[in-house]
DNA sequence: ACAAATACTATACATTGTCTAGCGGAAAAA
DNA sequence: TTTTTCCGCTAGACAATGTATAGTATTTGT
């Protein structure tokens, strides 16, 4: 057999946030906008339902990669830390190969 | 506010790819390999089971990612398009991220 | 007071992934 | 030649995950 080793360079902790359904879709509003809240995730991204994008917002939240924040009234802003804003280079070439290769 | 609007560039046919669980550490593999077989996928990759990598490289196939080549001793040979070379941009800020983040 | 919006949670159900086992063909070992 | 092993899968039962739809509590507008 090969003796590939692949000790330097694994992808595994970004498929850890990327690999989850919905997230790349959710992030990729981050990088327009500065705070983001909830129903505009909703309403922006067509048909996440409600159980699920609450689900991603806290795994994004427990990994640091946003932070939540109540504003007065009862509102939620959340918004990228670094790591998050570290992770819009794997969205813009995302972004690209969609581009380049979108089927419709 | 100045740069990228949001009209140009979605990131959902990356992630109809990139989503699904295991491809992004498949992939890496066509990155050092030129060919790369079903076991060796299953060795190396730990813990995909078969009808999840069988599943994944059918779908690699059909979205012309990967081509599956019959060697002659009954044996398969998957390579990487040029649509799927072309995601390598997309492993490599990938495992930048990973590097700089791992958290083990 | 009443309706609409926000940020969710709850229940039931559908889809997807996993564990374990096994199959048929080919080549290597006995 | 028979047996064993490796390879590239597939099959069935089950567990984890995501979805549709509804509902809740609070707040804001009229």
């Known amino acids: 057999m090969d003796t590939v080793k692949s000790s330097v360079g ?3 902790t ?6 989850d359904k919905w997230t790349p879709q959710l ?20 048909g996440v339902n409600p159980r699920t994008l ?7 939240e427990e990994q640091d990669i946003i932070t939540k924040t ?11 830390t670094k790591k998050g804003r ?4 794997v969205l813009r070439s995302m ?3 969609s581009d380049q290769y ?3």
């Open 10 to 12: 694994c992808v595994k």
């Open 14 to 19: 970004a498929t850890e946030i990327i690999g």
């Open 27 to 46: 992030l990729r509003f981050f990088m327009n906008e500065d705070t983001v809240r909830f129903c505009q995730l909703q309403n922006l991204v067509g």
């Open 54 to 60: 609450s689900a991603r917002l806290v795994h994004l």
């Open 70 to 80: 109540n504003s007065l009234n009862s509102r939620c802003d959340y918004q990228l």
């Open 86 to 89: 570290d992770l819009m280079p």
């Open 95 to 97: 972004q690209a190969w």
């Open 102 to 104: 979108a089927s419709k």
